[in-house]
């Protein structure tokens, strides 16, 4: 007969059901490589270097922002520290969710879970914008052909949709091919700027702290924590990784110092190509052409041609990553009573959440045929898809992941405190503290500049609207969740908890 905690925990004929065939992602698909790959293609360095930091120098005027990507990765080094010991405590797919249901408690996980969902489904929405705008631009360039950028984007949706029902690990294969090429790219950029530095010669004046000055450094921040959003994914994969104590923990950080080393030293390398004093002007001018302007001027135009095309392939995989993502949340959130359970379950001949996968796909065409329709510009405008579609989707998106970061933080110290194990996991807490308060800071940057991230006027609505996406989620799971407690507290208190229900409730049945 089932006691202690089995009473808050659905009954064994229920449980089975839920933990049947279809409600397992299968294990032992990915190792360190394949986990590697695919949460660092959600970086998407190529889109980086092409778009955010151009973005960064010419918008913001931050010079510094090599500096800027050194100690952002010294921070989120620091919340990996407390993350990575969780990540060997608790295995789910809803990662984020999970963990700070775990420590904040299940309500708390709820209002997690939503965010996460809208956050990271517009980080992956909005980078259709900028793929229909390119790849529209190329078919103009290369094939004299006028196409609007909502037919690739839409094209872009149906692919990434089908490869979301397909094993993680050709998925993994698919990412890895394409990473692999836009990081030896961006490197024969970075070893061309040394050799053929600008006026001002191999100058270290970017990692100076006075270069970190400026009225831009809030939003700076926001837009380059954004080029880091991958490592933290790579729990969502730990259900399907094979020693995930081990594996997920060790492509945390081999994620975060890849990222940081990498984007640090193409940051620096704009600014030798340019020149420090010249970097804020030509970015503003250049736009996110400034990159292919510099290749041109140094690799010929042959290079440049490959490299928008691989500037396309790094998008889809990028946006690859996130659908994955996405797919998996959903089936977490299913599987625990927080989606109908339909999500919940998974393709019996892939594995994959495929449920979870038509949601994220459905979500994509709505929006894209949305903004699709309100485009009245002319053809090769990039205001829709690019300054309104990428930018504030992606805005949305990397202050969500922002939030749900610094909530993870604080979630993490509850956790172990509430085991007891305060003190044998104390610097740790202690790290998870400080990142939580440095990523809590560089939330509220964000909401106070979120005008000037957006494009947005003095005035504008859409300087609250836009972050107020991710508060309302934060309130509607919250109210979701207290709901569930009142109605349905067994699958409550199952919130968080994933596969662990299933095991709790066989210990108690044998009990």
């Not at 996460?116 to 631009?137: K, P």
């Not at 969740?481 to 299933?502: D, K, M, Q, Y």
């Amino acid at each position: 007969m089932a006691t202690g905690s089995s009473s808050t925990l659905p009954g064994t004929a229920e449980i089975r059901t839920y933990k049947g065939q279809d409600r397992a992602l299968r294990a032992d698909r990915l190792g360190t490589a394949g986990l590697l790959l695919s949460v660092l293609a959600a970086s998407a360095p190529l889109m980086v270097v092409a778009g955010v930091m151009p973005t960064t120098f010419g918008v913001m005027g931050i010079v510094g922002q090599p500096l800027l990507f050194v100690i952002l990765g010294l921070v989120l080094a620091l919340f990996g520290v407390g993350y990575a010991e969780m990540s060997r405590h608790v295995h789910n797919a809803g990662a984020f969710y999970a963990y700070i249901a775990r420590g904040l408690g299940p309500t708390a996980g709820a209002g997690a879970s939503l965010v996460a969902l809208v956050a990271y489904s517009a980080m992956q929405v909005g980078v259709y914008g900028i793929l229909g705008f390119e790849v529209s631009g190329l078919f103009a360039t290369y094939l004299d052909t006028e196409v609007a950028w909502w037919i690739p984007a839409l094209a872009g949706v149906a692919v990434t949709g089908a490869l979301g029902w397909l094993k993680i690990d050709l998925n993994a294969r698919v990412l890895g091919v394409l990473l692999l090429v836009e990081c030896a790219l961006v490197v024969i950029f970075d070893v061309a700027a040394l050799v053929e530095p600008g006026p001002e010669g191999r100058s270290l004046a970017a990692f100076d702290p006075s270069a970190l000055g400026g009225a831009g450094l809030g939003t700076a921040l926001c837009f380059c924590i954004a080029a880091f959003v991958g490592f933290e994914q790579s729990p969502v994969y730990a259900e399907e990784t094979s020693r995930p104590h081990i594996v997920v923990s060790r492509v945390m950080f081999l994620a975060v110092g890849f990222v940081a080393l990498f984007f640090a030293l193409s940051a620096w390398a704009l600014t030798v190509a340019t020149g420090p004093g010249a970097v804020v002007e030509t970015s503003a001018k250049a736009g996110p052409g400034l990159l292919f302007e510099l290749t041109g001027a140094r690799l010929g135009t042959a290079f440049t041609d490959v490299l928008h095309v691989l500037f396309v392939t790094g998008m889809f995989a990028a946006m690859l990553s996130f659908h994955n993502v996405v797919a998996r949340y959903a089936f977490a959130m299913g599987r625990e009573g927080l989606l109908p359970s339909a999500f919940g379950r998974t393709s019996p001949t892939s594995g994959a959440p495929a449920t979870g996968s038509l949601l994220q796909t459905v979500v994509s065409v709505l929006v894209v045929a949305a903004f699709a329709l309100t485009d009245d510009k002319p053809a090769g405008d990039p205001t829709t898809p690019v300054l309104h579609l990428f930018t504030w989707m992606g805005s949305v998106g990397a202050f969500g992941v922002t939030v749900l970061m610094a909530t993870a933080s604080f979630a993490v110290i509850a956790f172990f405190v509430r085991r007891g194990a305060a003190g044998a996991q104390v610097w740790r807490l202690a790290a998870a503290g400080l990142a939580g308060l440095a990523l809590l800071g560089i939330a509220v940057y964000t909401v106070k500049d979120f005008g000037v991230l957006v494009g947005a006027g003095p005035g504008s609505s859409l300087s609250w609207i836009l972050p107020g996406l991710i508060g309302a989620a934060a309130v509607l799971g919250l109210l979701h969740g207290t709901v569930l407690r009142s109605r349905n507290p067994e699958a409550h208190a199952r919130i968080g908890l994933g596969n662990e229900a299933f095991r709790l409730d066989q210990a108690a049945a044998h009990d």
